[in-house]
């Protein structure tokens, strides 16, 4: 079969791509934001077209077969060129200047109130929003389909930079009618009674390790919730269900009736938020969002957080403004 010959569509390869990075059906349809069975369908439209068994399926397992591991490699490379090719000719044009900003989750305010500042004062940058987690954002950094991420940066893998620009207060999602929603904060030893529900480890591994130091820090260790969600609105369904509890920072703009967010104290914690960009990278677009993040921060006190504790390492990424570390 020769390259003329085949039908393949750029969609269906970047949805093997990401099957292949999730192994697993449901994931990966949540990812690309279409329902398991249109997924699977576009997998097996490019098995036929290639004549090539590209994933072993079965109740139990999705796993690669060697010619899908040879077309994962190859699959990567050719999506980073064609997303390479696209901003290529977008920035050609100076009216056209791209930036690819990585929000984290819907509900998380920090980066959309970040992007507003920008677009404000660079009417003229395009800007793609993109919900990503942040290994995703590692991945998508270094296959330079992304230019700017935000997380914590204590997993960074080498050519990435990392600034922290927001000392987010962290805080537990309660049901209004749990025990604790009683009171105006939580202290952090009162979490050790409750089930926490932590988010999947390939999803957000800082998150968890960040929660994980916390508890042992206070003396216990915490009792997980045998369950993962993809968001955090769906994680608040099962709080308001009583089922758990959930520990998010203040940045989390999500109103839903029967929810309570408190502040943890004794001590207060805060959680670093970092801006990731590639080493290196001094364009236009990257440089205005990273100017417009710094002055946002400076502007709303983001890094002027009192000095009860700041749970992180100094490997979390560079600080700027009036709260250094």
């Known amino acids: 079969m020769v390259l003329g010959e085949l039908a393949m569509e750029l969609r269906q390869l970047h949805y093997f791509v990401t099957l292949a990075e999730e192994l697993h059906f449901g994931r990966a349809a949540a990812r690309e934001h279409v329902v398991p069975s249109a997924l699977s369908q576009q ?13 072993e399926r079965n109740t139990h397992h999705v796993r690669l077969t060697r010619p899908g591991s040879v077309l994962l490699a190859q699959a990567r490379g050719v999506l980073g060129g064609v997303e390479r090719a696209v901003i290529a000719a977008q920035r050609a044009d100076a009216s056209a200047a791209v930036a690819r900003v990585a929000i984290g989750d819907a509900s998380l305010d920090s980066m ?77 030893t009162r979490l050790a009674g409750e089930l926490l529900l932590f988010a999947e480890p390939a999803h957000a591994p800082e998150f968890n390790d960040f929660v994980l130091r916390m508890c042992a820090d206070a003396g216990f260790r915490p009792r997980r919730f045998h369950g993962s969600v993809q968001s955090v609105r769906a994680a608040a369904e099962l709080v308001g269900q009583q089922r758990c509890v959930l520990l998010v920072p203040r940045s989390c703009d999500l109103l839903m009736r029967g929810i309570r967010w408190l502040p943890l104290v004794d001590p207060m914690v805060r959680y670093p938020w970092s801006l990731l960009w590639r080493n290196g990278d001094d364009s236009g677009p990257t440089r205005a969002v990273l100017d417009g993040a710094r002055a946002l921060s400076r502007k709303l006190g983001w890094l002027c957080a009192d000095s009860e504790t700041v749970l992180e390492m100094a490997s979390g990424g560079t600080a700027v403004g009036c709260h250094e570390r």
């Open 43 to 55: 997998i097996q439209r490019l098995e036929r077209e290639l004549g090539v068994v590209l994933v």
């Open 112 to 188: 959309p109130q970040v992007l507003r500042h920008v677009q404000h004062n660079n009417p003229e940058l395009v800007i793609h929003r993109i919900e990503a987690s942040v290994p995703d954002q590692y991945r998508m950094l270094q296959e330079v389909r992304l230019d700017i991420g935000v997380g914590r940066a204590t997993h960074a893998p080498a050519g990435v930079a990392s600034e922290v620009f927001r000392y987010d207060a962290l805080g537990v999602l309660l049901a209004e009618t749990h025990r604790l929603a009683r009171a105006d904060s939580v202290a952090v």
